[in-house]
């Protein structure tokens, strides 16, 4: 590689041309490897790369890196569009990577994400013009998969600054940077607090709120999303033990709390991750019916990871039930209901929003309703904000809200004096 490139840019020099250097990572090729084998693997690398071949010109050069890392050095470009030139390669090879592979006798699509550096306006060596590349790759990644970007200055500023927050997430978690928010859900028609969804959240020493958004997806790439996902499970279940030690959770308030598809993922099948719960709770005295795990609809496609069914199955036998997060927006198949320990569908807020005044979003949230009764499923609509959400999903027959309507994320100390008020009132009451 490091040969193409010195004749590649004696090549420029000479002619008065430009290059680009196209990163391309192949998005989902480990779930390919973890559930078909490394042969499969292999298979699937010399198609893909046999059809880079093809898309390509004799004058460029395509090596592969190492895994499913592969770079083309586009040569012979117009000094004034080098830039629509190397985007209309990278969107002609998207749209070849894309069709159907068969494998094993069933058809998979695959994915890429492309970085574009362009020399010399990114980098006058390899190394430089790599690592421009391969940050622009990752912003791909970012923004959705599936798609390219061209390095800017502005990625190398966000590059660093990710590093940094990656590189400061271990102290933050020791000096208890790190909260968590309770969010209320309410049974609508009697108006009793059902339980909370956990949230987590970050507040810099040096930089204030960090967005979940941001500091999430980091902590999933760099593995750190596993120690801090148990950090969550574990002050949640001590939490809510403190609670029940003063007598304010007669009521069985469910805790729900969010799990990255990363913590079910690559370990090896043996259900760690589901064990270190059972450990969790074991230590905390928490019931299993008294939590509940929320996954997004997205990470149900992947239900025939290896290491996902083992935590699933386990979780399961643990009595954990589970609830699916952003129902309507993923690509779940109704199937995964059966597959999973399910007994919760959250809507999206997305159809919320409008479903006091949008026909279509009635008709869908309609529609999930009556689905979950036929399935004996609970429904909790996110992001009720206005009296009018709230009478139309009484009307619809929804069962659970949550939203700044009914209820703000609160620290736990607000929530406990919610629950104090309510144990008091039910005294008060039975009395």
Known sequence: MADRFKTAKARAK??????????????????????????????????????????TRSTDTLARLGGDEFVILLNELNPGDARR????????????????VVLKGREYVIHASFGIALWPDH???LEILLQAGDAAMYEAKRKGRGGFQVYGRDLHTQANFNLALERSM??????????????PQYEIDSGRLYGAEVLLRWHHHKLGEISRNHFIPLAESNGFIHTLGLWVLRQACRQK????AKGLCRENLHLS?????????????????????EAILTETGVHPSELKLELTESAFGQSQHPDLRANIEYLDRMGIRMAMDDF???????????????DTIKIDRTFIKDVAKNADDEAIVRAVVALSKTLNLKVVAEGVETKQQLELLREIGCGLVQGFFSGHPMPSPELEKLLAERHHLNNSTST
């Open 170 to 183: 271990p102290p933050a978690l020791e000096s208890n940077q790190f909260y968590l928010l309770y969010q």
């Open 14 to 55: 000479r002619d008065n041309t430009r290059f680009a250097l196209l990163f391309l990572d192949l998005d989902g090729f480990k779930a390919i490897n973890d559930s078909l084998g490394h042969g499969a693997g292999d298979e699937l690398l010399k198609i893909l790369a046999e059809r880079l071949r093809e898309q």
């Open 85 to 100: 030139e190397a985007e209309s390669v990278a969107t002609k090879l998207l749209a070849e990577l894309s069709l159907p």
């Open 257 to 277: 709390v969010n799990i990255s598809v990363t913590q079910l993922l690559q370990d090896g099948g043996d259900a760690s991750f589901a064990r270190a719960l």
């Open 241 to 244: 033990q403190a609670w029940k």
């Open 328 to 342: 309507g927006t993923g690509h779940a198949s109704l199937g995964s209901l059966k597959l999973f320990p399910v």
């Open 123 to 125: 980098g006058e060596e």
